[in-house]
Structures are given as structure tokens and as C-alpha cells.
């Protein structure tokens, strides 16, 4: 399956906001973005005037690669939302957030939702007790996400729970790290996404 193999960093600073793409680099020193707070190349610190065009077409790629996802999967799930009852934008987000390698993210078992992404696919991840290795499965209120008990001793997974007080766990998610498991309490809702959105920009976007 194709995915973005290039530098993280690069990313969150074309995107003039964190992205959170490299786990507990984005909360040190180290950090790219706020070392170098203006968009990469030969003329990322002269004066850029976006076109209305331009102002949506950044948000649209910005939500894409917070959620690491490529074009032609991002727009089927703009499609999926579009066809629903409720606000577009909003059922967008909600879709993004169901997503099982958000939920491992969210859940604090990876420190990055890349690495979420790997121990699904890696099937170091249970769904109701059952093997689920497809990131973009969809969970639903009642579902109850785990480590696999032989994946437990893993390095990067217990690094990642030692973080999860800090990152800290949306409240339509419950947490029980010492058990390696979390439960979905219920469907997410736009307040529960923190991070800087204006999802009616990405509807405008693709409704031109």
C-alpha cells in the first residue's frame, strides 16, 4: 500500500501548526516546528499570501496528514460523510476519528498514529478479542480495543502507555493501561477533536 515515506517534520511546518507526527520529539527541544517556525524551502521565510483557494487547500491537506492518509482515501471518506444526515464536516471528522489506528493512537498504545498504524498491521491489536490488522476498520460505541497478550513486553508499547497522562484520553474513550486495554464509551464529537480545524474549509474545498 502506498504512504508518505518522506521527513515528518517537513510536514507539520508546510502546515504552520504541529501535527504531532513524531511522538515525544514534538514536546522537546528538538522540535522542528518550533525551532523553525515558517514553511520549508528557499523561500519559506518570505511573505506568503494565500488565495482563497490556497486558504482551503491547506486545510484539507492539513487534516490529511494529521490522520496520515493519502488523497484518494481521504476524499472516499469526504463521499461517505457528504451522503450521511448530519453536518459534512463534522461526520468527516468523526469518520477520521473512528478509524482503528486512531483509536490505538488515542487509546495511548502508540506514541504516534504511524506507529498505531504498524502494531495494527502488525496484528498486535484485538478488536473484541479477535485479530483486526486493517487501520482504516471503523469501531463503534461498545468495542473493546487490546493489546495482543504476546505483544505486551513490546519496548515502543510500553513507552507509549508511560505518555498517555500526558497526551492525555478524549472522554468518549476509557483507558485501563495496567490491563492493556481501552473501551469505546461512545461516538466521538467535534469537541472532542482539540486540534485547530475548520472543517467547513475542506467542505468548500471539494463542493468548488
Known amino acids: 500500500m502506498a504512504r508518505y515515506i518522506g521527513p515528518s517534520c517537513k510536514l507539520c511546518r508546510r502546515e504552520?501548526?504541529?501535527?504531532?507526527?513524531?511522538?515525544?520529539?514534538?514536546?522537546?527541544?528538538?522540535?522542528?516546528?518550533?525551532r523553525r517556525p515558517y514553511p520549508p524551502g528557499q523561500h519559506g521565510q518570505g511573505r506568503?499570501?494565500?488565495?482563497?483557494?490556497?486558504?482551503?487547500?491547506?486545510?484539507?491537506?492539513?487534516?490529511?496528514?494529521m490522520y496520515g492518509l493519502l488523497e484518494k482515501q481521504y476524499h472516499r471518506y469526504f463521499e461517505l460523510a457528504e451522503r450521511g444526515k448530519s453536518v459534512t464536516g463534522e461526520a468527516l471528522l468523526r469518520l477520521l476519528e473512528r478509524r482503528l489506528d486512531n483509536i490505538?493512537?488515542?487509546m495511548?498504545?502508540?506514541?504516534t498514529r504511524a506507529e498505531a498504524r504498524q502494531l495494527v498491521r502488525h496484528s498486535h491489536i484485538l478488536v473484541n478479542g479477535k485479530r483486526v490488522n486493517v487501520p482504516s476498520f471503523?469501531?463503534?460505541?461498545?468495542d473493546v480495543?487490546?493489546?495482543?497478550?504476546?505483544?505486551r513486553k513490546i519496548k515502543r508499547i510500553l513507552?507509549?502507555?508511560?505518555?498517555?497522562?500526558?497526551?492525555?484520553?478524549?472522554?468518549?474513550?476509557?483507558?485501563?493501561?495496567?490491563?492493556?486495554?481501552?473501551?469505546?464509551?461512545?461516538?466521538?464529537?467535534?469537541?472532542?477533536?482539540?486540534?485547530?480545524?475548520?472543517?467547513?474549509?475542506?467542505?468548500e474545498f471539494y463542493s468548488r
Not at 504552520?16 to 518550533?34: E, H, P, Q, V, W
Not at 480495543?145 to 505483544?151: D, N, Y
Open 145 to 151: 480495543v487490546s493489546i495482543h497478550e504476546r505483544s
Open 108 to 111: 495511548g498504545f502508540g506514541s
Open 16 to 34: 504552520n501548526m504541529k501535527l504531532y507526527l513524531k511522538g515525544d520529539r514534538c514536546y522537546s527541544d528538538k522540535c522542528a516546528y518550533d
Open 48 to 65: 506568503i499570501k494565500f488565495s482563497e483557494y490556497g486558504v482551503r487547500l491547506r486545510e484539507k491537506q492539513k487534516v490529511r496528514r
Open 159 to 203: 513507552e507509549a502507555i508511560e505518555t498517555i497522562e500526558r497526551r492525555g484520553t478524549p472522554e468518549w474513550l476509557e483507558v485501563e493501561p495496567k490491563e492493556f486495554r481501552g473501551t469505546v464509551k461512545a461516538m466521538p464529537t467535534r469537541e472532542s477533536v482539540s486540534a485547530q480545524i475548520q472543517e467547513q474549509l475542506i467542505v
Open 138 to 142: 471503523l469501531v463503534k460505541p461498545g
Open 104 to 106: 490505538t493512537y488515542r
